[in-house]
C-alpha cells in the first residue's frame, strides 16, 4: 500500500515537472483542443472579385506576373497557397493542410513541371507533399538530418498535426534550396530567404521583377503565431527587419492565410508598413524584461489593426 502511494507520488511529481518544462507544447495541446479538429468555417463566404470557386472546397486566382492564388476558405485556417509559374518551370509554395489533394487545382493551373516548396512545415502548409513527385526543402543541417535515402519523416511538434487531427506523411526530397539562393523558373526567378522565427526552417520568396514576397506564415493578417514549438523571438524580430530592408513601399507582400474580413475571402496581401510594425512589436516582447500583452498562454499583444502577436514569454523563446 505504502509502495503503491510512494509510485502514485512519484508518477504525479514527474508529470507535474513534465507539463512545466514543456509548458509551450502543452498550452498548444490545450489551445487547439478547445478550437476543435479541424475547424471549418460556418458562414457564408463572398469570394472578392480576383477569386473564383475552383470546385466546392477550392478557390483560385490569378494574381498577375505568372502567379495563381490556390485558397481554401472554407477550412478553419483559410490557407493561401501560390503557384508561380516562368516559361520553362512552375513552383508551388505550400500545399495546404490536405483536407482535400491540391494536385488537381495545380494541374488544371499549368502544364509545366511543377516544383513544390512548403514556407515551414507545420501540418497545414504540407498536408499534400507527399502527392507530389519534386518537393523542394531549405538547405539546413537539422532538416537534412531528418531526412533518410530522400524521404522525409516530419516530427510531431515540427508538424502540429496533432491539433487538428491531421497525419504526418512522410514525403521525398528531391531539391534542397540553399537560402539566398534563386530558383530559376525560365523567365522568372523567385529569391529564397530563410526568415527563422515562426519556425526555424521557414522561408519566403521575392519575386524583384514583379517587387512581390510570398510570405507563408512569415506575415498575414490577423494573428501571428510566436509561440508554437520552434518559434523564437529574437529571430523573429531580426528575419523581420531583413525583410523590412528588403522591400519598398509599393512591394506587395501575399500572406498564406486569409479571411480576416469575414465574410469577405480575399488574397491576404500586407506591405512594407506592416512588417515594419511587426519587426518592432517582436523587438518589444523579445526585449522586454516582463511579459507583454494580456493572457496567460499565449501572450496577445497588439501589433496594428490588421495583426495581433500570439507570443510567448521573453525567456521561454530568446
Ligand atoms: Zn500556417
Known sequence: MLYALNVLISLIAL???IVIWRAPETEAWLWRAREGTPI???????????????????VVG????????????LYGQCNFSYLIT???RALLFDTGPGVRDISPVVRALTLLPVEVLPSHLHFDHTGNLHHFDAVALPD?????????????SLGLYQSLGFMEGFERRPFRVHHWLKGGSEIDLGERRLQLVNVPGHTPESVVLVDRSANRVYAGDFIYPSDIYAFLPGANLSDYAASARRV???VDDQTQ???AHGCDRPPLVDVPTLSRSDVRALAATLELAANSAGPLGSGWFPRVIPVNERMTLLATYPWMAR
Open 140 to 152: 539546413l543541417p537539422a532538416l537534412h538530418a531528418q531526412a533518410h535515402d530522400g524521404v522525409f
Open 62 to 73: 490569378d494574381m498577375g506576373e505568372g502567379a495563381f492564388v490556390i485558397g481554401e476558405p
Open 15 to 17: 508529470a507535474t515537472v
Open 244 to 246: 523590412e530592408a528588403m
Open 253 to 255: 507582400i501575399l500572406g
Open 40 to 58: 471549418m468555417a460556418s458562414f457564408k463566404l463572398t469570394l472578392a472579385r480576383s477569386l473564383r470557386w475552383f470546385d466546392d472546397y477550392y
Open 86 to 88: 516562368g516559361s520553362q
